[in-house]
């Protein structure tokens, strides 16, 4: 009785190895790579959708996203979150997985449930403010925000100091007709234009997410009530790094005669006295265009060039920049370039935009006026601006330039017919940062932007 037990027990055993060993042969992994540029030292801000992630993966492995982990190229685990985006309360297409990295890096899934799922300190402490909205703040003390229940960020804290380093990031302006008829009788009727906080816009879902090791982010997603069917959604990320993502989606469900879509931000350094506006050459500056003369010429004729390293970029005074062409911008009509920034030689800071798809440049002059626009009027804007400036046809005409554009609105059909399902989508990080010089800042953010653009996953 005794050995008929010891080999049932011994059989037992042997079959318990043979289905371990099947369930074990059985599961499988799949790897994505990603591409990460390490220039300035600095780790980089990554981040991708469920969706991105998938289609790298193979849309037809059963991943079992509990089992995810992302790994450097020596093996070694790398922090990263998982951020319901948008809001639903499980993994969609749509949430962001979120890391930082200082090069090559593996996004692993398997098939199975893992036996646990790692877990990692949070990096930041998010509060409800008391006005509305939310505080974070990084526990190590780089920075603090002042996120609003639109999720438009204030940077009121770097290193411990406290400045009005930039204000409503991610807000939106838009104009245009909201009562037209146009697709009816072509009747525009009367021009309207609101911000964020003007009309205001009506939140349909607003929150934080957990924090996590690598960044804190706010959700919200808004809807116009003076422009029907104009909506919004927008993922602003605080990364540990010191640097904001911002994703702004704009969404038409309705048909809308814009003249304006902005998304911006404002009041950057903006009591900081000696900060200086800097930037690469403009590809296209209208008013150049007028004088028949390059870009980098009309900059450098208003003495706002300065060379860095051969290259040249636009300089100038941010409180008193160059006397403009005609009206009151400090530029308008400009083709969005890479990055901008405010830099503060006495305090060594600076506060940056970085645009992470920047657009071609058309040839013809119509199409330039229909793209979007670099626009600095106190706020940064980043936008189409439709409405036509007469000046844009009289002084070329002054400079014996054949023009053939009708600068009035009706005439020129110049507003934007969005349609039921039209989208706009962009995509920027804001940056604080540290530098000596003008020179140094601008070597840091042309190294510090080919990392954040160079991002690239297989």
Not at 438 to 446: K, N, Q, V
Request: proline fraction near 5%.
């Amino acid at each position: 009785m005794r050995t008929k037990n010891k080999g049932l027990l011994a059989a037992l055993t042997v079959a318990a190895m043979v289905i371990a060993m099947a369930a074990g042969a059985s599961a499988a992994t799949k790897s994505a790579v990603v591409d990460v540029k390490s220039i300035t030292g600095v780790p980089v801000p990554v981040s991708f959708t469920m969706d991105q992630i998938r289609e790298a993966i193979g849309t037809d492995f059963a991943a079992n996203w509990d089992s995810l982990r992302v790994e450097d190229a020596a093996g070694n685990p790398i922090p990263f979150q998982l951020d319901d985006v948008d809001l639903t309360g499980g993994v969609s297409r749509a949430d962001e997985l979120a890391f930082l990295a200082a090069g090559p890096v593996k996004i692993i899934v398997s098939d199975e449930a893992p036996e646990s799922k790692p877990s990692f300190d949070a990096a930041f402490e998010v509060e409800p403010a008391e006005k509305g909205g939310f505080v974070v703040r990084a526990l190590d003390g780089l920075l603090t925000a002042n996120v609003s229940q639109y999720a438009t960020v204030d940077l009121v804290s770097y290193k411990g100091v406290e400045h009005k380093y930039a204000r409503d990031v991610g807000m939106i302006r838009y104009a245009g007709f909201p009562y037209s008829t146009y697709w009816y009788d072509e009747n525009l009727d009367r021009h309207e234009e609101k911000t964020t906080f003007e009309e205001p816009v009506r939140v349909v879902k607003s929150g934080a997410l957990p924090a996590g090791p690598v960044r804190a982010t706010v959700v919200a997603q808004t809807a116009s009530d003076l422009f029907p069917g104009l909506r919004q959604s927008i993922v602003v990320s605080i990364y540990k790094t010191g640097e904001v993502r911002v994703n702004n989606r704009l969404v038409t469900a309705g048909y809308s005669d814009l003249t304006k879509l902005f998304t911006m931000c404002g009041g950057v350094m903006g009591d900081v006295e000696d900060a200086r506006h800097i930037l690469p050459v403009f590809r296209w500056t209208d008013w150049a265009d007028e004088l028949g003369i390059s870009s980098e010429e009309y900059w450098a004729e208003v003495g706002a060039i300065t060379r860095v390293d051969g290259k040249p970029y636009i300089a100038f005074g941010d409180a008193r920049g160059p006397k403009p062409a005609w009206w009151g911008a400090s530029y308008l009509f400009c083709s969005p370039e890479r990055w901008r920034t405010n830099f503060s030689e006495g305090l060594q800071v600076g506060v940056a935009e970085c645009l992470m798809d920047v657009p071609e440049v058309p040839a013809d002059l119509v199409e330039k006026l229909k793209m979007d626009h670099w626009h600095l009027e106190g706020e940064w804007r980043t936008g189409p601006f439709r409405w036509i400036a007469g000046e844009i046809v009289d002084f070329r005409t002054k400079s014996g330039i054949k023009v053939d554009i009708i600068p009035d609105m009706n005439e020129g059909n110049w507003p934007a017919h969005m349609i039921p399902g039209d989208t706009v989508e962009r995509v920027n990080y804001y940056l604080l940062y540290e530098a000596a010089d003008a020179p140094s800042a601008i070597r840091y953010l042309e190294s510090r932007y080919a990392e954040l653009a160079g991002v690239e996953i297989k």
